[in-house]
C-alpha cells in the first residue's frame, strides 16, 4: 500500500466505534484527506452500508487512487481531488464530512476553509467530524501534544495544533452547532458539530 500511515492504522478502530454512535448505517460520508485511504477501507469494511467519497490533494491523489483501486470496494466511490486552497466542493448533500488529523496539518485559513466548505455540501442535520488533537483555553491536554505541536512548526511554520474555541467559533458562524466533544485515545479529540436545521 502507498503512503501507508502508521497513525491511521493505530486511530482506525478507536475512531470507526465513534462513527457507529453517530452514522447512519447508510450515511453517505464526504472524507477530506483521506491520505492512503486505510479508513475508508476499514470503516466500510465494518458499515458496508456507507456511500464513502475519498478525496485528496491533487499532487497525491494518485497514490490514493491506486490504494482504494485495487479494494475494489463497492461502498467507496472513486477518489476526487479536493485543493482547500481552491474552494472547489464535490457536490453534496453529504450526510457526514469527516477529516482525520487534517486541521493540524493545514494552515490555519485553509483549515477555516474545510469548515466552512464542509458546511456548505452537507444536508440539514448533517455532521463535521473533525479528529485529531486541540489545545483547549489556550493549553496543550499533555505535554506530548505541546511536542506535537513544537514538531510540527519546525516541519512547516503554518501548521500546529489548533485551538479549539477558535475552530468551535468558525463553525458556529459557518452554521454549524457543537454536538460532542469526545476524548480519544492518544491525546486525540472527536468533535462533532451539526448543521442547524431538521436531520
Keep these: 500500500m502507498e503512503r501507508y ?20 448505517s447508510t450515511a453517505r460520508v464526504l472524507e ?3 491520505g492512503s485511504g486505510q479508513h ?3 470503516f466500510t469494511e465494518a458499515l458496508p452500508g456507507l456511500c464513502w467519497q475519498p478525496t485528496e490533494h491533487p499532487a497525491v491523489l494518485p497514490a490514493l ?3 482504494l483501486g485495487a479494494a475494489g470496494r463497492e461502498a467507496i466511490l472513486p477518489p476526487l481531488a479536493l485543493d482547500l486552497a481552491a474552494d472547489s466542493w464535490p457536490a453534496g448533500p453529504f450526510d457526514a ?3 482525520a488529523n487534517v486541521m493540524h496539518i493545514v494552515s490555519v485559513p485553509l483549515g477555516e476553509a474545510l ?6 455540501v452537507l444536508g440539514a442535520g448533517g455532521q463535521l467530524l473533525l ?14 501534544n505541546a511536542e506535537f505541536d513544537q514538531w510540527l512548526k519546525a516541519r512547516d511554520p503554518a501548521s500546529g495544533v489548533r485551538d ?6 468558525v463553525a458556529e458562524a459557518s452554521g454549524l452547532v457543537l454536538e460532542d466533544n469526545r476524548a480519544m485515545p492518544s491525546n486525540n479529540q472527536l468533535l462533532s458539530f451539526r448543521r442547524k436545521g431538521s436531520a
Excluded: M, Q
Aim: proline share 5%; hydrophobic share 50%; no cysteine.
Design 5 to 24: 500511515s502508521p497513525a491511521a492504522e493505530k486511530n482506525k478502530a478507536p475512531i470507526l466505534e465513534a462513527l457507529r454512535a453517530r452514522l447512519a
Design 131 to 144: 479528529y485529531g488533537p486541540y489545545r483547549f483555553a489556550g493549553a496543550f491536554t499533555t505535554e506530548s
Design 65 to 67: 487512487v491506486a490504494n
Design 164 to 169: 479549539f474555541e477558535a475552530v468551535a467559533a
Design 115 to 120: 469548515i466552512r466548505g464542509a458546511a456548505s
Design 97 to 99: 464530512v469527516y477529516a
Design 32 to 34: 477530506v484527506g483521506s
Design 40 to 42: 475508508a477501507l476499514h
